[in-house]
């Protein structure tokens, strides 16, 4: 028998088949009260997520992998995790695939996003080859960006002296380097983004006409809040929201040059009056125990986002 009088008796035999998918198949309204147990800030766009730096000493000396850190951030209740591309075996060369996409599952099973990478890099050297060469660095991490998921990796400005050159100089060249950093960004559907880091960035207005200049919906800022130290920090962050792709929100601030406890209520006003969304990824400093004190900022930003 042909293949088309197989196919003819068996299109036949299924007209005659009652439509039940759709009583049947149809998946059930959830109740009010599931759904209403949202995590803080997930009925506005909000999610938590933890910087990996928050680990620096732990993932540097050995005594905590990625792995464990993820698992970490699980039990903890965030929502995702920022893996700074230090931590990454092999860094600053990119790791096998294989190694990148065990920790890419590991994060999809543990329910986590990966919201963000970053590397070293310094575009305020005067040397042109290493500059060029940090360019490469970038480039080669954003490709690793793409491969394990994390929409946005973080570029630092730099932090040279550079005396006898003025800062239009720096500047200029800096603005080459980042616009070839945002197009292979681009090609690879990463968003380039820039950390004021109290370096050769220090205020709002100068990330802001870095990132205006070069204007590119591939670039965006990564809000440091404890490095806008020269001016009224709440004003600063305030001011440059409008471009930030990512945070790293700290346990502390500089007000005057004195560093004080970040207010969470006043920087959550800012954030939710701002339209900002997205994560929201907190970096601890200083003594003690890690664990603890990511813990207890994770609590901090709940309430505050709630």
């Known amino acids: 028998m042909s293949n088309q009088l197989h196919r003819r008796k068996f299109l036949t035999s299924m007209i005659g088949l009652p439509v039940i998918a759709s009583a049947c198949s149809a998946p059930k309204a959830a109740s009010t009260s599931a759904s209403s147990e949202k995590l803080p800030g997930s ?30 951030c699980a039990t903890a209740g965030f929502e995702g995790a920022d893996i700074t591309g230090y931590y990454f075996k092999g860094y600053p060369q990119v790791p096998p695939d294989e190694y990148l996409f065990q920790i890419k599952r590991k994060a999809f099973r543990l329910g986590l996003e990966i919201s ?4 070293r890099n310094d575009f305020t050297i005067a040397d042109k080859i290493k500059r060029e060469q940090d360019v490469m660095l970038v480039k080669k991490w954003i490709e690793v960006a793409a491969k394990i998921g994390a929409p946005v ?25 980042i616009q070839a950093c945002v197009d292979y960004g681009k090609q690879y559907g990463v968003i380039i983004g820039l950390q004021n880091h109290n370096d050769f960035i220090q205020t709002a207005d100068q990330v802001i006409k ?37 945070w790293q929100i700290k346990e502390n601030i500089f007000i005057n040059g004195a560093e004080k406890e970040t207010d969470m209520e006043k920087l959550m006003g800012i954030i939710k009056s701002s339209g900002y969304k997205g994560y929201l990824p907190i970096e601890t400093l200083g003594e003690g125990d890690p664990k603890i004190k990511a813990t207890s900022l994770l609590a901090k930003l709940q309430k505050a986002m709630m």
């Not at 205006?212 to 591939?218: A, K, L, M, Q, V």
């Open 153 to 177: 990796i973080r570029i630092f400005a730099g932090n040279q002296k550079n005396e006898g050159i003025s800062k239009e100089a720096v500047t200029e060249w800096m603005l080459k380097d």
């Open 43 to 72: 009925s506005n766009g909000l999610k938590t997520s933890l910087n990996a730096f928050s680990f620096n000493a732990p993932l540097s000396n050995g005594s905590m992998t990625i792995s464990d850190m993820l698992d970490f």
């Open 210 to 246: 870095i990132i205006e200049t070069i204007n590119s919906e591939w670039l965006g800022l990564v809000l440091d809040t404890g490095s806008y130290r020269v001016l009224d920090p709440y004003e600063e962050i305030a001011k440059s929201i409008k471009h930030t792709v990512n």
């Open 116 to 119: 963000g990478t970053g590397v």
